[in-house]
Structures are given as structure tokens and as C-alpha cells.
């Protein structure tokens, strides 16, 4: 059984007869997020979608944001954005991003989320990558001119034609400026709900992100799926805490669910307590979702603060492991209930249910989103391991992907024959089939959520004139759960170099800050495996030692 493919997308897709299980199981109803968008406008014009509070208050309601994607769609039209056509946005938790990307998916362009952390190593590959056409930033953000980067990356992209900026463009165009007659948005051919809706970006493995196609049928599932579970509806007031542009703050059930059911969202344009917590006691959030580490800085300021945060009523956390001892706390520092969610970019997601015992709250990452999500924990060979055993977590379920964009190599790795995504995790399944992730056996570092593909930052430090050898690894952390680590070789007849020298030389190379090594090590050989390969197991082992 092979995966179908769908013209003009670039990625293998869900074959009929499964398209046709979850359309008939009423998973994929049928809907754009355009559509959606416009249908709650019509019912409920006048209440508040979305809040940005910072620096002076705004607010949209449903009937506003509605329109301003509209007038946006028209301009981005204007401009010669078509269908299908990709447009990279690097926002920060600012009101325009959610009226930019509902402008693109009324005109079926697609979104490439880039985070705001991306600098210009990453933001050239979504773009050559992607073909992008265009690329949506703010003027400064945290002390950053993307604007500049912009002009950089333009410069070598030949498919990119426009950059627009929110805030003062300086040489580019300003995003207000986008601003066209809905009327030139009668003649366009509409996105259908089994086309793509944007492209999303995985935490990687390999030296390059992979972009992962989700259509609005597979997304929308996950969104209301999320919502009766966390039990989101209109009186929701969800604050963004975490970039806007990842799927956890955007899907879990994140700032489209609350919009899909008519709810509030509110933007944070920060982390920290002293941000977040006058927000949530101002405009009475109800939800939130965060990292681990951010629970752990939230549960120990709370107890201690002055703002109200009795509104709050769930707090999800999720993006990497968090422990049962700071998991326990939570809900008394908070005074809100607790939901673990285990999810991915690439599709399934699980949460820990609003009716479970709380043993099973602060122990287990929770059960898949739906009924048809099919989870198998496997050996190395495959095999299914024995009931409660640890093994490889694969799954394939209707918002699940059946593959990368324009990456089939890659494909045939990471997915089974039979269209299984290998997730990279080590899981065991409880007798209640919550699942309890114990490890990670895909080469990644999960540094408090952000992940980081060491063979990337590798590619890197070799372009490096003294260093013969590298090898990243991640080393626990009290904190982060984990950080990063680069093992370095020097070249026989270099001169000695100091860590702050290679950390250094990656952050002028241009990647996000979070990618920067933690920690330099220099050694003179590595371990090595059976077969003659590094060994990043023996690695790591030595690196607990840090
Ligand atoms: C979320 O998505 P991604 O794509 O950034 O990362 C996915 C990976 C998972 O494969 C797993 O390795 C790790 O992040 N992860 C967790 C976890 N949640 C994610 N590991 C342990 N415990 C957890 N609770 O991170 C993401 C997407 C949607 C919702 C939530 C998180």
C-alpha cells in the first residue's frame, strides 16, 4: 500500500480509502479556515477574536478580523500572491500574525512558519527551499532588525519577490500598505479543504528542517478534536505564551482551536511572570499552554505574585518531558488544573484528560486526540513489543502526515510501507493506553522544548578551518531538561581555540541563539561503536558527568 499524491503538492499524501474513513468517521468536515473564519463572523460579529496588548491595547472582533484578512487577501492579490504560492512569516505574538495567515489561507497561499528566533542560515533555507514568494517580518523585534536579514536573504533568493514588514519597512514594503478591495477575491478559484493550508516546520534530525504539509481537513480535526477535550468553547480566553508560529501554541488546542470555537485570544509578548501574569489578571485568561521549564519558573513566581490569577482554569504543558516531582506542583502554585500534552508537528498529538485521576495526570503524557490515531510501540526490527514494554513510538491516524515536503529520501526513513510516521520516540503504553515517553532514540536535543538537529549545528562547526571533527550532543539539565554539547577534535597542526571561539563562530553564521552549543569540549579522539562510528551513546553518558 502505497501513498496517493495529490496535484500540485509536493508531498505523499492519505490514500483514498483512508480520505474516505475519515471524512465518513466525520473526522475531515469539509471546512477552510477561511471558511471558518468567515462562518464566525457571520455568526457572532461583534465578539472579541483576539487581543494584543502590548504596547497599547487592541482588539479585534470576529467581524474585524474577518475584514482585515479580507482587505490583506485583496493586497496580497494585488501584489500577485497566488494559490499555492509559499510565503515565509516570522512574526512575533503581535495581532497581524493571525491577520496575516487567515489573509493567506482565504487565498490558498501558504504559510512557511518560521519562528522569531530563526536567523539567517534558517530563514534562507524556507525560503530557496520553499520557493518562497514572500516573507513577512516585524521592523525590530528583541533588539533585531529583521529588516535587515530580509534584504540579506532577498539578495539570494531569486523567488522571493516581496518582503513586508509590520512596522516601519525601511527599503521593503509596509504590511499596512497591503491593502486591497475584497472584491478582486470573487474571481479567485477558493482553497478546498483537502489541499494544503500551510507548511509547518519539524524539529529535525538531519542538517536541514523539513517542512511538513497539513491540509485544512487534517488540521481543523485536530483543532476541534483538542477543544472537547480541554473543553475550549466561547468563553475561552487563551494566552500565547509560547512563539505563536509553533504547533503547540497554535494547535494545542492553541489560538486557531480558540478561534475555532468563537473564544478569546489574547497575545503575550513575553515568557516570564512579571509579562504573563498582569495579562492573564487584566484580561482574565482562562488557559494557557507551556514548556516545562516555563512551568517551572511560572509554579515557583506564583504563590509569590500580587496579580489575580484566579481565572485561570488549565494550564497544558508539553513540547518535552516534564516531571512528575514539578508536575506535582503545579496545580496547588497555580491554583488551575494541570493536562500534559505529547505532541508533534507532524500530527499526533496527546493529552491527559480533564476526568483522569490525578496519579495519571502527573505521571503519563496522556492518550491520542482520536479514536482512528493508531499507535503501535515497536522493536528495532518492527515487531510489536509486549503489552507495557518500551519500545518505538509509530503512528498513522487522520492528522497525521504521510510525509515530508519534497523530501522522498527522507520519507522512506521516517515513515513504514505501510504509512506509519517513526516519531523517533521511546514510549510504553499504560494499561489504560495513556502513553509515558521514557527516551528519545532520534538524534535530536530537546533543549526545554526547542528542538535542535545536531547534525545542523555539526555542519557548522566543520566549516570551521581548525576543527577536524565534531560531535553534538545533549547533556541533562536541571532546568532545560537537557542541553547542548559539542564534543570538537582540532585539526593535528591547529593552534589551540577556546569554546567561546566555536560558539562564536556558529552564532555569526547566523542560526538561532538556541542553537548555539551550551558547552564546548575539546577531546583528541571520540568513542566509537562495534562498526567504527561515533558512538553519541557512550557520548552522552560521559557528558551526565557535566
Ligand atoms: C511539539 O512538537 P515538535 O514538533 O516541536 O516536537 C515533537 C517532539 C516529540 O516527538 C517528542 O520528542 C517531544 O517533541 N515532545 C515531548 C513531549 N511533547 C513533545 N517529549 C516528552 N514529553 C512531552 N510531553 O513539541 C508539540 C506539538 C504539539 C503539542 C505539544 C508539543
Known amino acids: 500500500m502505497t501513498a496517493a499524491t495529490t496535484p500540485g503538492v509536493d508531498a505523499p499524501t492519505w490514500p483514498a480509502e483512508f480520505a474516505e474513513r475519515y471524512r465518513a468517521a466525520g473526522y475531515w468536515r469539509g ?245 504573563a501574569f498582569p495579562i492573564i489578571a487584566e484580561e482574565r485568561v482562562t488557559m494557557t499552554g507551556l514548556v516545562p521549564p516555563l512551568a517551572l519558573v511560572w509554579t515557583q513566581a506564583g504563590p509569590e505574585t500580587r496579580y489575580d490569577l484566579s481565572t485561570l482554569e488549565l494550564i497544558l504543558v508539553g513540547g518535552a518531558k516534564y516531571s512528575e516531582a514539578a508536575a506535582r506542583r503545579l496545580e496547588p502554585a497555580l491554583g488551575c488544573k494541570l493536562m500534559q500534552v505529547f505532541g508533534m508537528a507532524e500530527g499526533l498529538v496527546n493529552y491527559t484528560r480533564l476526568d483522569d485521576d490525578p496519579e495519571t495526570v502527573v505521571t503519563t503524557q496522556g492518550l491520542p486526540i482520536s479514536p482512528d490515531d493508531e499507535i503501535r510501540v515497536v522493536d528495532d526490527a518492527d515487531r510489536d513489543v509486549a503489552e507495557g514494554a518500551f519500545g518505538h513510538l509509530l503512528t498513522r491516524g487522520p492528522y497525521t502526515i504521510r510525509g515530508y515536503w519534497k523530501a522522498p529520501e527522507h520519507n522512506a526513513r521516517s515513515f513504514t510501507e505501510d504509512g506509519f510516521y517513526r516519531t523517533g520516540d521511546i514510549v510504553r503504553r499504560t494499561p489504560t493506553g495513556h502513553l509515558v515517553v521514557e527516551g528519545r532514540a532520534k538524534d535530536q536535543i530537546n533543549r526545554g522544548g526547542e528542538k535542535i538537529a545536531p547534525e545542523e549545528i555539526e555542519n557548522i562547526i566543520l566549516g570551521h578551518p581548525s576543527v577536524h571533527d565534531v560531535s553534538v550532543v545533549a547533556v541533562p539539565d536541571e532546568y532545560l531538561g537537557e542541553r547542548s554539547l559539542a564534543y570538537v577534535i582540532l585539526r593535528a597542526d591547529a593552534a589551540p581555540l577556546r569554546s567561546v571561539a566555536v560558539k562564536r563562530f556558529v552564532r555569526e553564521r547566523g542560526v538561532a541563539a538556541y542553537k548555539v552549543p551550551d558547552l564546548v569540549e575539546f577531546v583528541d579522539v571520540f568513542p566509537q561503536t562495534g562498526i567504527g562510528k561515533i558512538s553519541k551513546k557512550q557520548q552522552r553518558s560521559a557528558a551526565e558527568q557535566h
Open 31 to 275: 471546512e477552510t479556515f477561511g471558511g471558518v473564519l468567515r462562518e464566525r463572523a457571520g455568526t457572532h460579529p461583534d465578539r472579541i477574536a483576539l487581543i494584543d496588548p502590548a504596547p497599547s491595547r487592541r482588539t479585534w472582533t470576529y467581524r474585524q478580523l474577518d475584514e482585515h484578512a479580507d482587505r490583506l487577501a485583496a493586497g496580497f492579490t494585488e501584489r500577485g500572491i497566488r494559490k499555492g504560492d509559499r510565503v515565509v512569516v516570522q512574526l512575533p505574538n503581535i495581532g497581524e500574525f493571525i491577520e496575516v495567515v487567515f489573509a493567506l489561507f482565504r487565498i490558498g497561499a501558504l504559510p512557511v512558519y518560521a519562528l522569531p528566533a530563526h536567523r539567517d542560515t534558517e530563514i534562507a533555507y524556507f525560503c530557496s527551499f520553499a520557493e518562497a514568494v514572500a516573507y513577512v517580518v516585524p521592523d525590530r523585534h528583541a533588539g533585531y532588525d529583521h529588516r535587515d536579514l530580509a534584504a540579506r536573504v532577498k539578495k539570494d533568493t531569486p523567488s522571493l519577490e516581496h518582503v513586508f514588514v509590520v512596522g516601519d519597512p525601511g527599503e521593503h514594503t509596509a504590511l499596512a500598505d497591503v491593502d486591497g478591495d475584497p472584491a478582486v477575491l470573487e474571481s479567485l478559484t477558493a482553497p478546498e479543504p483537502h489541499e494544503l493550508a500551510f507548511l509547518q516546520l519539524s524539529g529535525g534530525t538531519t542538517g536541514r528542517p523539513k517542512l511538513i504539509p497539513r491540509t485544512h481537513d487534517d488540521y481543523l480535526y485536530s483543532l476541534w478534536g483538542s477543544n472537547e477535550i480541554c473543553g475550549v468553547d466561547a468563553g475561552t480566553r487563551f494566552l500565547v505564551v509560547l512563539p505563536a508560529a509553533h504547533n503547540f501554541p497554535m494547535s494545542s488546542p492553541g489560538w486557531l482551536g480558540v478561534l475555532y470555537a468563537g473564544g478569546t485570544v489574547v497575545m503575550s509578548p513575553g515568557t516570564d511572570p512579571d509579562t
